[in-house]
């Protein structure tokens, strides 16, 4: 699959990295003679961040290239992206050759934040919005707007590099979240404006409150919750009335005055001057992973989409023993020293553990039927530091597999193929309605004699039965 995109800007630099990393050839088209420089930026973001957030690993890179024939490119892609600025001539005169040249089946997706398709295509072009948020190669959502086969098709395509998709019913004016925003950034100016608050101080009310609750549940949701065990119609009638009192000023707007743009910019300085954009983009694409790592396990809003998207990565192919992990080291896993913290060895080999129950059939359907397995002994020996952005790949050998007894000796390998660390793992299996060790279900038991079977044929691995302290 071929993807172009028009602009190379902070969202299309993002379109790219998110391609890009999943597989996709990426050929990018941009006039700024700095456009290789910042692209490759965004880029080194991206591939710092995003594997991050995934228990597997992505696929291998697709190939990126910059064009100057936007005609002859556009032949050739699956997806064309413009991300020009917001002007809308400058929209019909890119839009109008690329629907002239595309494929009949490639897909022309506008990242306008408040043009409507029919404006868009005035001239005769055939666009879609798609509207996505920065950081585009971390946040899933994209806002679509046009043709229902067309946003159809296109919607597809997104959920295969781990987006969700949004169609929206109507066409309007900013679509819904840039309306929402609009909202509380016009109010956020008067409160700027008037001296009730600075910039860091609404960013505070932000960040410390309601914007934690809004990552997970959304704003309705959030009031559901707030009217209690009655529900949303104890909140509507608890706070409906506030509707008509004068709290905000959405419908004003104040003057942007040079004045104003000074304080803003000035406050602002204050608050992040010390940093660059580049270090205030990691850290954003830091809090952004481990938030959204944290929803992952509960499978709640973005968390849901990476829990989608995981699911649908290939596992590596076929070896001597199987392949039970194949992941990034997100950055949430390193320590002061720089490397991979101890503890997530083990959440590694954990992980490898229950991808290897999976594998044996006792997998989630089997642990709700009442059945599962139990650990009861870890030894872990490192040999050789592992680093954020290192691709980390573990193998499972079956050192004992009958009865109620687990034996596994998990192999950890660092980017290099260099082992990093082994970690043998004991598990008994349990009934866990009576919480006693039990005999498997047949076809476990049937599946794992065929692992066991296998792997006492192959050399023992070194290292096996260790106890701490003991020497090679």
């Known amino acids: 699959m071929k993807a172009l995109i028009i602009g190379g800007g902070v969202i299309g630099g993002g379109w790219a990295a998110r391609f890009l990393l999943n597989g996709w050839d990426v050929a990018v088209h941009d006039p700024d003679p700095e456009a290789e420089r910042k692209l490759g930026e965004a880029i080194g973001n991206a591939r710092r961040s995003l594997p991050g957030l995934y228990d597997r690993a992505l696929p291998p890179e697709g190939t990126l290239t910059f064009e100057d024939d936007l005609a002859r490119a556009a032949k050739n892609a699956d997806w064309i992206q413009e991300s020009v600025p917001e002007r809308l001539e400058l929209k019909h005169k890119v839009l109008g050759p690329l629907s002239e040249n595309a494929a009949t089946a490639a897909v022309i997706g506008s990242s306008t934040s408040g043009f409507k398709p029919s404006e868009l295509n005035a001239n005769g072009a055939r666009a879609i919005v798609a509207h996505p948020f920065n950081p585009v190669y971390l946040l899933p959502l994209v806002e679509l707007v046009g043709d229902a086969d067309q946003t159809a098709h296109a919607s597809n395509l997104l959920k295969s590099i781990g987006m969700f998709p949004l169609t929206v019913r109507k066409e309007i004016d900013a679509h819904i979240a840039d309306r929402l925003l609009e909202a509380v950034w016009r109010e956020s100016l008067w409160l700027v404006?008037?001296?009730?608050?600075?910039?860091?101080?609404?960013?505070?009310?932000?960040?410390?409150?309601?914007?934690?609750?809004?990552?997970?549940?959304?704003?309705?949701?959030?009031?559901?919750?707030?009217?209690?065990?009655?529900?949303?119609?104890?909140?509507?009638?608890?706070?409906?009335?506030?509707?008509?009192?004068?709290?905000?000023?959405?419908?004003?707007?104040?003057?942007?005055?040079?004045e104003l743009v000074d304080l803003i910019a000035g406050q602002s300085d204050s608050q992040s001057g010390h940093l660059s954009i580049r270090e205030l983009e990691r850290l954003r694409d830091d809090n952004l992973v481990g938030m959204m790592r944290a929803l992952k396990k509960t499978g709640t809003g973005a968390g849901g989409i990476l829990v989608q998207h995981e699911q649908q990565l290939p596992t590596a192919g076929p070896t001597a023993l199987p392949v039970t992990g194949d992941r990034v080291i997100p950055q949430s896993w390193t320590d002061y020293n720089g490397h991979m913290n101890e503890t997530h060895y083990l959440e590694a080999a954990a992980a490898a553990t229950d991808r290897f129950m999976e594998m044996i059939g006792a997998d989630a359907e089997y642990i709700a039927g009442g059945r599962s397995y139990f650990t009861v002994e870890n030894h872990i020996c490192y040999l050789k530091e592992?680093?954020?952005?290192?691709?980390?790949?573990?193998?499972?050998?079956?050192?004992?597999?009958?009865?109620?007894?687990?034996?596994?000796?998990?192999?950890?390998?660092?980017?290099?193929?260099?082992?990093?660390?082994?970690?043998?793992?004991?598990?008994?299996?349990?009934?866990?309605?009576?919480?006693?060790?039990?005999?498997?279900?047949?076809?476990?038991?049937?599946?794992?004699?065929?692992?066991?079977?296998?792997?006492?044929?192959?050399?023992?691995?070194?290292?096996?039965g260790r106890r701490v302290g003991e020497r090679e």
């Open 193 to 258: 404006k008037d001296g009730v608050a600075t910039t860091e101080e609404i960013d505070e009310a932000i960040r410390m409150g309601f914007g934690i609750r809004w990552a997970q549940m959304g704003l309705f949701e959030t009031y559901r919750i707030a009217g209690g065990e009655a529900g949303m119609k104890h909140f509507m009638a608890q706070f409906g009335p506030a509707l008509a009192w004068p709290w905000t000023k959405l419908m004003d707007v104040p003057e942007f005055t040079d």
């Open 386 to 464: 592992l680093l954020a952005g290192e691709r980390l790949t573990i193998t499972t050998q079956v050192l004992k597999g009958s009865g109620k007894t687990l034996h596994l000796f998990h192999t950890l390998y660092g980017s290099k193929g260099t082992a990093a660390a082994t970690v043998e793992t004991l598990l008994l299996h349990v009934d866990l309605t009576t919480r006693k060790t039990a005999l498997p279900g047949p076809q476990v038991q049937a599946r794992l004699a065929e692992y066991a079977d296998a792997h006492s044929r192959l050399t023992p691995p070194s290292g096996a």
